[in-house]
């Protein structure tokens, strides 16, 4: 008999849907979207209703397996997790516990899986990763600016006048809040998109603005000069709420606007334009997190953060500067899980130089790697180097649900369960503010165990199993604590399957800020005390004519390697209908100049290596650019990160995946 239960998307995403999945016989049979969820509103994008393939696939990792030999063999879940253990031990008392590295991403948002930090701190404390491929700068660069980053509620949108999306793909990315765009376009409002590509987005939009990848800030840099000549900016939040405008205002008058056009590739008059715009208030933003992802990517989301303080849409319905959504996570207590007392050791690597970090490790030596929630022979900069790193280690064991580019180099491959086959709590700290609850469905195929099971089962072995002595619901009650008072907790959960969390749906309604000063902070306080360079500059991407002309000669074309639009990153490749192909999508100067036709086979290199695939020719894409998506699986011609850097942004927590040079050619 087939029975409908109410669910929630797991993977990383802004939308965080609810789902309705239909179950027969335990087996999961379609899954699609819940009616009754407030904002995602019945409606889901194909990679969650692929979760039901996934969920069923042959290929689903089903037992514990160990190379020996070069060949992977079934063994038992005793001897998998006893063997586990006794390495995790042995390298305790011989090497100390850092010897060992953490390796994860954020594939999963349950609540639960936050209890990964438990083991590795109760074990001792681990090498830890810190920062983010994803949006690692920008969070930073609004910690500096504002404390914090907040995002207004999705229905605010209703409030602006005009909308500006500066870098997001929302079509492809964000699909409920295209759905508002769109809305809000009809009710009048004037939407604006600057993006190199011209995506889906900006054909809705009533003006596109294509920008040089990396020169963002700059363009808000201009923005600023035509705002402030003009007399537009909003003087009073200026003098009441914020602090270091000076230092903004003598930078600002140390570039002309004829420089800013010439490096932006934007003309004065849309410059002007945008500076109208800005003044004409509420205008509200909503940022990306493809343009952070260069190394000058934290100023540039600070000079954006500034252009939209000046012009006085700070904290007013209808403006904001929405670049992420942390009150969301920020709602539960999930420092509970983490017995950061436990740690007695401990290193730190960011997600970006994982890799160096292993390979030069000395006191001690990385000599094992866990990974979970992630697949970093894909996703992680600069593969070649992942390769090396992951295959030096004496012991690699990867958790997962399939056999990865990454379980493939594994000593050990455990299978794990998925959002069907588990109750867990879901949210995203990126848009809307409501978490929603999955309980479990269908038992899991074959032997697969959750994670949770598997830290619960290896830390019996160690000798703190009573650390793990919970169930999930007790563990979902201990995060869930803080929102008692506010009659949330996990019974209204089940009865309600999704609740909003309490929030504020304006942040900086008050104008208090959570910066050192409490200001809005031009020149940030929180980094000079860290002996960081807090004012802004005019900082250029790494990659770049202007920063590095003999390199812009041999390597003349900027390579993006946005989210592909059927995949949430690597995860949905493989099941696709038809087997994927690498295609190259070139800007049409670069098609002219050397005479490449659409489906043609190319190679595209840099010093970093190379990735082939077949020509697409983008009719309207900034000069210069090309464009391959990631997450391609290396049997399907992958990976694109066998090309980017695993260089920092400027604040040290984000990547600079875009902030690439690369050439191309015809494959003879
Ligand atoms: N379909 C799909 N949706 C997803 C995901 C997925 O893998 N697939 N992943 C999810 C995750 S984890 C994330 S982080 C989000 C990311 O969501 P987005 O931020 O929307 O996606 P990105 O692909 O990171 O980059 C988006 C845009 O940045 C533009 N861009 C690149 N460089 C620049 C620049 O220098 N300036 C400007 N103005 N624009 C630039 C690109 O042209 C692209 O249109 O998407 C989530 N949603
Ligand atoms: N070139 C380039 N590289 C990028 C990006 C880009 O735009 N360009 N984007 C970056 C961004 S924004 C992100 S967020 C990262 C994403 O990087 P990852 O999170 O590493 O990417 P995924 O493909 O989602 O891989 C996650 C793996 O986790 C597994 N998994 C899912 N659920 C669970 C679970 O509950 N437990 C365990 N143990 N495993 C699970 C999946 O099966 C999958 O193999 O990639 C980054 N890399
Ligand atoms: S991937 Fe995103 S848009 Fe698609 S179903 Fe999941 S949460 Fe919704
Ligand atoms: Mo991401």
Redo the contacts with the bound molecule.
Sequence with gaps: MQKVFTSAC?L?CWDNCGFKVTVENNKVIKVEGDEEHPITKGKICGRGRMLEIRANSSERLLYPMKKINGEFERISWEQALNEIASKLQELKVNEGTTSVLHSH????SGLL?NLDQRFFNAYGGVTELIGS??WGAGIEAQNWDFGDAYSHAPKDIFNSKNIVIWGRNVARTNMHFFQMLQEAKKNGANLYVIDPIYNATAKIAHRHITVKPGMDGLLAVGIMKELIGLGLEDRDFIEHFTSGYEDLYSLLQSVTLSQISEMTEVSVEVISELASLYADRPTSTFFG?GMQ?YENGGNTIRLIDALIAISGNIGIAGGGANYANKQVGQSFDVSAFTLSDKKQAHRQFTMMKQAEGILTSINPKIKMIMV?????L????NTNEVREAFTSVETLVV????M?DTAILADYVLP?T?VFEQEDIYYASMYHHYANYAPKLVEPPGEAKS?LWIWTELAKRLGFGEEFACSREEWMEMALAPLKDKGINLEEFKKHHHLALPVDEIPWEDRKFKTPTGKYEFTSTLAEGRGLNGALTLSLPKESKWSNEELAIKYPYTLL???PMRS????HYHILPTEPKVKVEISKNIAEELELNNNEYVRVWNDRGEIKGYVHILEKVHPNTINID??IWAKFGGS??SL?SSGESDNGLGSI?YDCLVNIEKVK
């Design positions: 797991p990383n991403d954020y594939a999963n899986t491929l994803c997190l992802r979970t929630c992630g697949n970093p894909t996703q992680v900069p958790i997962d649900q399939f990865t794990t998925n994670d390697t946005i989210h949430n990153h690597s995860q990631e997450g694109v990160n980017t995946l």
